[in-house]
């Protein structure tokens, strides 16, 4: 069965710049939550859709958005990139609203 | 505000032995706990989810005590193995909401 899915893999962009970052669940799960990981720290929680609804969001500004679509596909966008935002971009899935998380390995954005 | 904290050195121990991991928290009163194995460029994968009306929690060598008094997590790794070689995180949800906080990690090196 195939895992979470997450696309691009890397990508680096300008600042200023926006980017979209996509992500696939496992099959059947309804929850999707992205989440941003610095060097040297744990995942933050950035957003979570459970049936194409935003059911919670983190301490993020504006710039971040993100939508569920029919499929339970989600994308993250991320406007107006700061060297800041450069992390790891973690997507996770889950069966329902609260559960165990299964992560896709990431998108690395690096913002130069 | 509410706060997680993970042993931030990293743990070297020796082969054979049992590895035992803190995560504490604060201004927290969590439904779940749980904990995550994080290998270097990968995405967490789920280890152990334990509630708060559970004690204690085990699979094959893995343990995990949650004491909602003390508010603290212990995570037991027994007869470790090199294999075992990872950082570990620990995540609670806020209950209420949809997200869970994670901690920063413990960095766990087991010596052959």
């Known amino acids: 069965d195939a895992g979470v899915t997450q696309s691009p893999t890397h990508l680096i962009k300008t600042r200023g710049q926006h980017v979209t970052l996509r992500c696939s669940p496992i099959?059947?799960?309804?929850?999707v939550s992205w989440y941003q990981q610095v060097l040297g720290q744990g995942p933050q929680f950035i957003f979570q859709?459970?049936?194409?609804?935003?059911?919670g969001r983190g301490n993020f500004p504006d710039r971040f958005s993100a939508r569920q679509f029919p499929n339970y596909s989600s994308e993250l966008n991320v406007n107006a990139l700061l060297l800041g935002d450069s992390a790891l971009y973690l997507c996770?899935?889950?069966?329902?609203?609260?559960?165990?998380?299964?992560f896709g390995e990431g998108s690395r954005l690096t913002v130069l | 505000s509410q706060k997680i904290e993970q042993n931030s050195e990293a743990l070297n121990i020796q082969e054979g032995k049992t590895a035992t991991l803190t995560c504490n928290y604060t201004?927290?009163?969590?439904?779940?706990l749980q904990w995550y194995r994080q290998d270097p460029g990968r995405g967490p994968v789920f280890l152990l989810l334990?509630?708060?009306?559970?004690k204690e929690k085990r699979k094959e060598r893995l343990k995990v005590t949650f004491d909602t008094t003390l508010k603290q997590s212990l995570f037991h790794i027994t007869a470790s193995q090199p294999a075992d070689s990872a950082t570990y995180l620990c995540?609670?949800?806020?209950?209420?909401?949809?997200?869970?906080?994670f901690g920063t990690g413990t960095r766990l090196k087991v010596l052959a």
């Open positions: 996770a899935s889950s069966l329902e609203v609260v559960g165990e998380l299964f």
């Open positions: 099959s059947g799960h309804k929850s």
């Open positions: 859709y459970y049936e194409k609804e935003e059911r």
């Open positions: 201004n927290y009163s969590p439904a779940y």
């Open positions: 334990i509630r708060e009306n559970e």
């Open positions: 995540a609670l949800d806020l209950s209420g909401t949809y997200k869970y906080i």
